[in-house]
């Protein structure tokens, strides 16, 4: 290993920060350099395929209530205060940003810049300083990676400082315990410590986008995944963790445009990030061929653990924790779209894993439905999946990333309803859950199917069939659709007793209305009368 000269970053710019470097500093290492530097200070192994695996340590997700945003001019009065934009006084942040610096100049660090938004017009340079060489290999792979030559003149916006082995004192600083990311949008600077979870760098990026793009640049930011097919036409697929967001927008056929974090322009979708960061838990070449290939050289595994006696990945194993992952820049995908820029998208799906078997496996919305379903951001947790969890529970989070968004949810469901009426978007809410019944009852949609109606879909096949009101829900339903059975595209022909369908349907109805109870002060009536009638 060696360390940064000058001419590569300035001391005097670390320095700036508060940082006075008394050993080494590691400036845009390689991958490779940054795997060895991990395998030499113990902090990782090398699995069979050679990816670095390594464990996060105590925290192996993040820890929303322990993220907190200044409360200052900027974000007073813009913020969405609630249980996941929590506030904290200046003083805390620039009190722990004091004891962060120290703790950072007496150790090696590894410094990386970088940026965000692939679209140039909306660039944000970053530079990243981290305690652990690993950390930094997950900045590289996630992050948008400048060209040599852009380096020379490179002027970062925004900051993180990232230390896991530093701990605050809850007592003197504000905190809610030792762990802590803190976001100062004045100074421009996140800082975070006492968690390894890499997570917690992304997401502090894509939080603060948030806030920029549509408060400042009248971009919607967007938590989904997007491809685009050779027509130019791009397609955005919305859904929380288990609906099928990574695997349906992974379609061979199409250019992946990125599987996380976007922003809509007037013109363009463009990726926020340079990787992806892929849940590995039961993970298949069969099932999801381009996450398994990127597992290789230059690939951060988090939480896994070997099969006994070997180096071979146990992707079963929960023994860790379930949330675990893989990070990979976006180059390691076959068909992955460079730059990772599309056109204004002609179709948008809504999913949701429906273990209630209660909503269609598609159905077309009208614009107020959308809005008020992206605000509700609906799937729900099958028996099983959390300690106590014995029947499917709903599960809502606002514009399907609810403790990502500073602003209050109707802003960027205000900005999704007025470009999807101006570009004349479909928008499609896709049921990849059950069918016949509830979790234990039904059966889990056949993912054929729902390829063949997300297709169908984007073929414009869908365009010219009938298609029938659902009675709760309102959304209409296909008749028809190639490729699919009939008798599956209404749910409630599905039930063996239509009664007790028709009993669910309004028990989940009432679900959707008593947690969209705390937006509709902040909404359009439109969005409200799009509610569900029981």
């Not at 365009?463 to 028809?480: A, C, I, Q, Y």
């Not at 063996?496 to 679900?511: M, P, T, V």
Request: neutral net charge; contains cysteine; proline residues 6%.
């Amino acid at each position: 290993m060696s360390a940064t000269t000058m001419a590569e970053v300035p001391i005097s710019a670390l320095e700036a920060l508060g940082i006075k470097p008394a050993k080494q500093v590691f400036y845009q290492h390689s991958p490779q350099q940054l795997t060895e530097a991990a395998l030499a200070l113990g902090m990782g192994e090398l699995n069979d395929t050679g990816a670095l695996v390594i464990h996060t340590g105590k925290f192996t997700g993040r820890s929303p209530k322990d993220r907190f945003f200044v409360k200052d001019a900027i974000t007073e009065k813009a913020v969405y205060w609630n249980d996941f934009n929590q506030p904290i006084e200046e003083k805390y942040f620039d009190q722990l940003y004091q004891k962060i610096t120290a703790y950072l100049s007496n150790k090696d660090m590894w410094v990386r810049d970088c940026y965000a938004c692939a679209d140039p017009v909306y660039r944000l340079n970053i530079r990243v300083i981290n305690g652990m060489p690993q950390n930094n290999l997950f900045v590289y792979n996630m992050f948008l990676r400048p060209k040599p030559e852009e380096l020379k003149d490179f002027k970062p916006e925004w900051h993180i400082l990232q230390a896991p082995t530093f701990f605050a004192d809850p007592a003197a600083d504000g905190t809610r315990q030792e762990n802590f990311v803190l976001v100062s949008f004045t100074k421009k600077i996140i800082i975070i410590g006492g968690t390894g979870y890499t997570g917690e760098i992304k997401k502090g990026i894509f939080s603060i986008l948030n806030f920029i793009l549509p408060h400042q640049k009248n971009v919607l930011s967007m938590h989904c995944s997007a491809n685009m097919g050779d027509a130019g036409d791009t397609a955005i697929f919305f859904g929380l963790s288990g609906t099928g967001k990574t695997t349906l927008s992974a379609d061979p056929s199409r250019k992946l445009i990125g599987d996380d974090e976007h922003g809509w322009t007037d013109e363009t979708v463009f990726n926020f990030e340079g990787g992806c960061y892929a849940k590995t838990i039961d993970l298949s070449e069969e099932k999801e061929p381009e996450i398994y290939r990127a597992i290789r050289p230059g690939a951060l595994v988090e939480n896994t653990t070997f099969i006994e006696g070997t180096n071979k990945i146990d992707f079963a194993s929960k023994k860790i924790t379930e949330n675990t992952r893989v990070s990979y820049p976006l180059y390691f995908i076959s068909n992955a779209l460079e730059p990772s820029i599309g056109k204004t998208p002609k179709n948008i799906f809504f999913l949701t894993a429906d273990a209630y078997g209660i909503l269609p496996p598609i159905s077309k919305l009208t614009a107020g439905q959308a809005m008020y379903q992206f605000i509700s951001g609906y799937t729900a947790k099958v028996a099983g999946t959390e300690e106590g969890v014995t029947e499917p529970k709903a599960t809502f989070s606002a514009c399907f990333g609810a403790p990502f968004l500073p602003l209050h949810p109707g802003e960027y469901a205000k900005m999704l309803g007025e470009k999807m009426t101006r570009h004349k978007v479909n928008v499609w809410m896709v049921n990849t859950g059950w069918s016949g019944g509830p979790y234990g009852v039904g059966k889990r949609m056949k993912l054929d199917y729902t390829r063949a109606m997300i297709t169908a879909a984007l073929d414009g096949k869908l365009n010219d069939v009938d298609f029938t009101e659902h009675p709760v829900f309102g959304m209409l339903m296909p008749t028809s659709c190639p490729d699919v059975p009939a008798e599956v595209l209404n749910p409630r022909n599905t039930w063996a007793n239509k009664e007790d369908y028709d009993i669910k349907a309004k028990e989940l109805a009432g679900q959707f209305i008593k947690n969209f109870e705390k937006y509709a002060s902040g909404v359009q009536p439109e969005i409200l009368a799009a509610a569900p009638r029981i």
